[in-house]
């Protein structure tokens, strides 16, 4: 079998780069091991899923997110292959259905003071009865908690953990959020 390895290089990046297009694959250069031409993103993405390999991490396991800055991929589970990171698409979308609005509405209504996001998918996880890896739980409820912070319903009360690119790109690890009072 060949070595369908690929590689993301960083390119020169420049002070105005849209930080959207830097942390979505953009300012790379794609080689795979193979050899086969990868001129941008998507093709580096196709040439990753007829390979096996999930097309985020493109098999790496690690998703770089700024220079200097990776984390464990988080759509394959940290696994790079293609199977995994399907299973785990249908496993987000199992989570969408299951963990309603208001399910975690219900959740957070008695809390008064700061809620964190893991305090909040423990709640649900065990209201549920979900096994821990069963489901994507801290994922789900945490765009649920930004849907209702859009929605003028809570606060994000705790600072970024890490600034990756002045205030553009930030990193949340266990976020708090708590409810617009009402008076
Ligand atoms: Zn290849
Ligand atoms: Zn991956």
Redesign the pocket.
């Known amino acids: 079998m060949r070595n369908h390895t690929i590689t993301a290089l960083w390119e020169e990046i420049p002070d105005d780069a849209d930080d959207l297009v830097l942390v979505s694959g953009g300012f790379r250069i794609y080689v795979c091991l193979c050899g086969k031409q990868l001129p941008d993103r998507t093709a580096a993405e196709l040439h990753a899923m007829e390979t096996g390999?999930?097309?985020?991490?493109?098999?790496?396991?690690?998703?770089d997110i700024v220079p200097g800055f990776a984390q464990d991929?988080?759509?394959?589970?940290?696994?790079?292959?293609r199977g995994?990171?399907l299973r785990w698409q249908l496993a987000h979308a199992e989570a969408e259905t299951v963990i309603t609005v208001e399910l975690v509405r219900a959740v957070i209504a008695p809390l008064s003071g700061p809620f964190r996001l893991s305090e909040v998918a423990d709640t649900v996880r065990e209201s549920l009865g979900l096994p821990v890896g069963r489901l994507p739980v801290g994922p789900r409820v945490r765009d649920v908690l930004r849907g209702l912070e859009a929605m003028g319903e809570l606060i994000m009360v705790s600072a970024p953990d890490k600034l990756l690119r002045g205030t553009g790109v930030v990193l949340y690890r266990d976020p708090s959020w708590e409810h617009v009072s009402a008076g």
Do not use: F, H
Request: hydrophobic content about 20%; overall charge positive; some cysteine.
């Open positions: 390999q999930c097309s985020t991490c493109l098999g790496t396991k690690v998703e991929c988080t759509a394959c589970a940290g696994t790079g292959r995994t990171q």
